[in-house]
């Protein structure tokens, strides 16, 4: 039985994706990021307990991908789709919006094949750029054609560079070796309390800048022992 419960998340994953998608055609952009939310959710723990259960699978892998193509590069590819026809005439401009859903696809398709990304990602992570994106929608300065465009291909090629990311991926829940997890989760709560959704592309950047910083150091470190 244990077994089935990984797959089981990942498809509750995948279902919080598709009523995202309902929901932000019914209703608009804004309903959007509740569903996003719900899914980060179920992916995080599929993987968690798959790693405490020790039942990790080929097809728990291909199934958590098809499900978070969905969650995290189709429904965020909607919320932009309709950002841009919302400020925007230009008939054809929405559908840039597109751009975020195929570079997610190769963002997951390159996650399944890099033996590198056990313990760090190359690449910005899709459930991180969905979460980036469905945040926009709060946020009134950045919606106008302009910024969103610059968003739109910014975020695209965020996803498939090959930059080393720290991953948010928890062996266990002990401070030692989860320092930088830790660290960061706990100034992101501290962010979103005081400034909601808000927060949340703050939280993002600082994800990249502090993946970026550490690299940095790794590199001085490694040249200082050579």
């Not at 929405?94 to 190359?122: G, H, M, T, W």
């Not at 690449?123 to 469905?134: C, D, K, M, Q, R």
């Not at 592309?201 to 001085?220: D, G, Q």
């Amino acid at each position: 039985m244990s077994k089935f419960i990984p797959n089981l998340l990942t498809l509750l994953n995948l279902i919080s994706g598709c009523l995202g998608i309902v929901m932000v055609f019914d209703k608009g952009a804004h309903e959007g990021l509740l569903f996003i939310l719900i899914a980060v959710f179920f992916d995080f723990f599929d993987g968690f307990s798959a790693r405490l259960l020790k039942v990790k699978s080929d097809m728990g892998k291909e199934l958590d991908s098809l499900a978070d193509m969905v969650s995290f590069g189709i429904l965020p590819a909607i919320i932009m789709f309709h950002l841009l026809k919302n400020s925007s005439d230009i008939f054809w401009l929405p559908y840039i919006s597109f751009l975020l859903a195929a570079f997610s696809a190769l963002r997951l398709a390159k996650f399944n094949i890099d033996e590198r990304q056990a313990e760090v990602f190359y690449g910005l992570p899709t459930p991180s750029n969905a979460l980036f994106i469905a945040s926009l929608s709060f946020i009134n300065f950045v919606q106008t054609p302009v910024y969103l465009v610059i968003i739109t291909l910014l975020f695209s090629l965020l996803m498939v560079v090959d930059i080393p990311l720290f991953a948010l991926k928890f062996k266990s829940f002990r401070w030692q070796g989860n320092e930088v997890r830790m660290l960061f989760l706990l100034f992101s709560l501290v962010l979103i309390s005081f400034l909601q959704v808000a927060a949340i592309p703050i939280i993002i950047c600082l994800y990249v800048l502090t993946s970026v910083i550490l690299n940095v150091f790794r590199v001085k470190d490694s040249g200082n022992k050579q």
